[in-house]
Nanobody, 124 residues
Framework: QVQLVESGGGLVQAGGSLRLSCAASGRALSRYFVGWFRQAPGKEREFVGAIRWIGGNTYSADSVKGRFTISRDNAKNTVYLQMNSLKPEDTGIYYC?????????????????WGQGTQVTVSS
C-alpha cells in the first residue's frame, strides 16, 4: 500500500505561482511513477504530469509545458508540482497518484493509489 497526502493548494491571481506537495508513505516508490492530475467542476480528471521515481524523468501535458515543473525529494519521499504563470483554466482539484509501472501512464484508471486532493483556484 502507498499513502499519498497533497498540500499546498490555495487561491492565487492569474500569473501567480503555487507549489503543491505530495508526501508518500508505505511502500518504497522505486518502481513507481507518481502522477499529478486535476479535475475542474463538470470535467473529467486530466493528466498534468508525472515523474518516474528512479531516475527522475518527468513528463508533462502540453497544456502545462513550460509553466509547471515536477520534482521529487528522495529523502522526504515527496513529489512537488511547481506551478508558474497560472491561468484561470488551471483551477481545479489537484490529485497526486502512484502506479507501479515501467512506462509513464496518463490515464487515471492506470493509477492504483490516490491522495485526497487539494483545491487550486486561479482568479482572473
Amino acid at each position: 500500500q502507498v499513502q499519498l497526502v497533497e498540500s499546498g493548494g490555495g487561491l492565487v491571481q492569474a500569473g501567480g505561482s503555487l507549489r503543491l506537495s505530495c508526501a508518500a508513505s508505505g511502500r518504497a516508490l522505486s518502481r513507481y511513477f507518481v502522477g499529478w492530475f486535476r479535475q475542474a467542476p463538470g470535467k473529467e480528471r486530466e493528466f498534468v504530469g508525472a515523474i518516474r521515481w528512479i531516475g527522475g524523468n518527468t513528463y508533462s501535458a502540453d497544456s502545462v509545458k513550460g509553466r509547471f515543473t515536477i520534482s521529487r525529494d528522495n529523502a522526504k519521499n515527496t513529489v512537488y508540482l511547481q506551478m508558474n504563470s497560472l491561468k484561470p483554466e488551471d483551477t481545479g482539484i489537484y490529485y497526486c497518484a502512484a502506479t507501479e509501472s515501467v512506462i509513464v501512464r496518463t490515464l487515471p484508471r492506470n493509477y492504483d493509489y490516490w491522495g485526497q486532493g487539494t483545491q487550486v483556484t486561479v482568479s482572473s
